[in-house]
């Protein structure tokens, strides 16, 4: 059964610090890129940030650049998202999604790559 787990949301203070976890299961890992998506109340879904399978690039929306990290541990067949200096607009549920040919060069934040695999969610409040 594959599963993609995410973990570590919470409530934080503006400009304090999260690291999201996405535990992979039930597929080779090491052939899908993994992607942090969010979707905040009455938003549409976005794009945050992605790593590629093929060489560990990473890729970022431009709302999160700088502040934003993410990376991978192949070994725990797990991803993480560092997420320093939040602000209140990042408040969302943050998913992680698996696919195989979506992160690159030409990675869109908005597009829908039509995912293979999500998780269900953890929820990021950012308070002001």
């Known amino acids: 059964e594959v599963q993609l787990v995410e973990s570590g949301g919470g409530l934080v203070q503006a400009g304090g610090s999260l690291r999201l976890s996405c535990a992979a299961s039930?597929?080779?890992?090491?052939?899908?890129?993994i992607g942090w998506f969010r979707q905040a109340p009455g938003k549409e879904r976005e794009g945050v940030s992605c790593i590629s399978s093929s060489d560990g690039s990473t890729y970022y929306a431009d709302s999160v650049k700088g502040r934003f990290t993410i990376s991978s541990d192949n070994a725990k067949n797990t991803v993480y998202l560092q997420m320093n200096s939040l602000k209140p607009e990042d408040t969302a549920v943050y998913y992680c999604?698996?696919?195989?040919?979506?992160?690159?060069?030409?990675?869109?934040?908005?597009?829908?790559?039509?995912?293979?695999?999500w998780g269900k969610g953890t929820l990021v409040t950012v308070s002001s």
């Open positions: 999604a698996a696919d195989r040919f979506f992160c690159g060069s030409s990675w869109y934040p908005d597009k829908d790559y039509g995912m293979d695999y």
């Open positions: 039930g597929f080779t890992f090491d052939d899908y890129a």
